[in-house]
């Protein structure tokens, strides 16, 4: 599947704009980790693009459903394992197990917690943000509270990379979308 046909599938089951931001950064993420293990990037981020696409219809029964929205779509056992596996002990029993599912377990929590970081500096952008200011807000529970900090630190420890090295990857993938998925504040306005 390309990715016209992977929005289009996405679209086909989800209208929410803010769910379409979440998909775009995790898509964006997910294509540069695939460039940085010389991974199919197109095909990482047509998994990253998809990976909620039943999350709008069933909230309570988030990927109960993915596996058959994506194989009526035409979509073969890697993609779907893969989506499946981003929920792994919180609401899937599917664990993953190639490195393209473990970074996506990684990022999709971390894409969200980046975007609240970057919602509260200044600038309100990933454009002018660095590694420590995301460190500095992760050591704070309140901020962010609904963010699954040992996911995305279990998913940096299935990588194999250090957690601060995961951020700047997934900080400078987020830069590469920030107008599309929300993130390009006004960084001038800001100085």
């Known amino acids: 599947m390309d990715r016209e046909s992977a929005l289009a599938l996405w679209k086909e089951h989800n209208t929410d704009d803010s769910l379409l931001r979440h998909a775009l950064s995790v898509e964006a993420a997910m294509r540069r980790i695939a460039a940085k293990y010389g991974e199919d990037k197109d095909f990482w981020g047509i998994v990253g693009l998809l990976h909620d696409i039943d999350y709008q ?12 929205m994506l194989a009526a779509a035409g979509l073969g056992e890697s993609v779907i394992h893969a989506v499946e596996s981003h929920g792994w002990g919180i609401c899937s029993p599917v664990e993953p197990v190639h490195i393209m599912e473990k ?57 194999g990379i250090p957690l601060e090295k995961l951020i700047e990857e997934t900080i400078l993938a987020l830069r590469a ?9 006004n960084v001038e306005a800001a100085r």
């Not at 219809?57 to 058959?68: C, D, I, W």
């Not at 894409?111 to 807000?137: H, N, Q, W």
């Not at 979308?177 to 504040?185: H, M, S």
């Open 57 to 68: 219809k069933y909230p309570e029964e988030h990927l109960q459903h993915a596996r058959s």
């Open 177 to 185: 979308v920030a107008r599309d998925v929300g993130l390009e504040g």
């Open 103 to 159: 970074a996506l377990f990684a990022v999709d929590e971390l894409t969200g917690f980046i975007a609240a970081c970057a919602y509260v500096r200044p600038s309100k952008s990933v454009l002018d943000m660095e590694v420590k200011s995301v460190k500095k807000k992760w050591g704070s529970a309140a901020f962010a509270a609904g963010v699954r900090r040992d996911i995305i630190q279990k998913g940096a420890d299935m990588l």
